[in-house]
């Protein structure tokens, strides 16, 4: 069992429903914990509520002294008070439960999923906790206030945020030109996939699918990297397999399997 700590996206897209449907189709139950609910649509910024601050505390509490968590998933955490809480939670958790992060900063639509001082948590406090960090490239440039312009900055950045305390770091590489390339950095030195670009527009939801399905095979207790190739090639079959709802804007992924 996965617990997810997440924001809800009412198209489904990303955010919670996404971590589910990714860790169904591995076979792996998900808890989830709402961080903050959202609105957004492929031409309209996100905008968000965050939770009450003693929802998302007992949630965590009932949760945790409940259930047999064996991984923790934690995607869009929204504000300061509600990442305190989540760092709090993470601080008790026994040393044998990965904790995978997939930094949101943002909506792919635009819009802010994080404020500045949920930010400075998630510097500070969560990533010193992390088994796995999975920023894309705004998202480690923006944790380590560096510019990525070429591989070695990237090979930079993920030294640094190794230094911050993850014991993995995956770097994706959509954002950047030509055909993409997920790099990974751990104790066991560097991995990399690379992939075939496919489509143009937006997928909503990957990085969210992408980390829920590391940890989904992480609690099945696969080893880190052969977790994170499975799960790239099974996001690449979900690219391939996506379909855009409407005329323009966002495609959603293909189901997980
Ligand atoms: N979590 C929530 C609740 C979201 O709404 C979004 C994006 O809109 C994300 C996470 C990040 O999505 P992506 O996987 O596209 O980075």
């Known amino acids: 069992m996965v617990l997810c700590i997440a924001g809800y996206d009412p198209t489904g897209g990303a955010g919670l429903l996404a971590d589910v449907a990714a860790l169904a189709g591995l076979g792996v139950r998900a808890a989830g914990a709402i961080t903050a609910l959202t609105i957004q649509s492929p031409d309209q910024a996100a905008h968000f509520s965050p ?10 509490t ?37 904790v995978v ?8 639509a635009g819009g802010a999923l994080c404020d500045e001082q949920a930010f400075d948590v998630l510097r500070d406090e969560l990533i010193p906790q992390a088994a796995l960090i999975a920023p894309n490239v705004p998202e480690a440039e923006r944790l380590c206030n560096l510019t990525i312009k070429q591989p070695f900055d990237i090979e930079r950045v993920a030294r640094r945020l190794r230094e911050m305390g993850a014991d993995y770091v995956l770097i994706k590489g959509g954002h950047l030109e030509g055909d993409p390339i997920d790099r990974l950095w751990g104790p066991d ?66 189901l997980v399997n």
């Open 62 to 98: 009932t949760l945790l002294a409940n259930l047999p968590i064996s991984a923790v998933k934690i995607g869009m955490l929204g504000t300061g008070e509600v990442a305190r809480i989540v760092g709090k939670h993470l601080r008790r958790l026994p040393a044998a439960v990965p």
């Open 189 to 254: 030195g560097p991995r990399q996939w690379k992939n075939q670009r496919k489509i143009g527009a937006e997928i909503h939801g990957t990085g969210c699918t992408l980390a829920a399905l590391i940890t989904g095979m992480i609690a099945q207790e696969k080893p880190m990297d052969k977790a994170v190739g499975i799960a790239v090639e099974m996001l690449q079959q979900a690219i391939s397999t996506s379909w855009p709802p409407t005329d323009e804007g966002w495609r959603f992924l293909g």
């Open 101 to 108: 992060i997939d930094p949101v900063l943002a909506a792919g």
């Open 51 to 60: 939770v009450d601050s003693n929802y998302i505390d007992e949630t965590l």
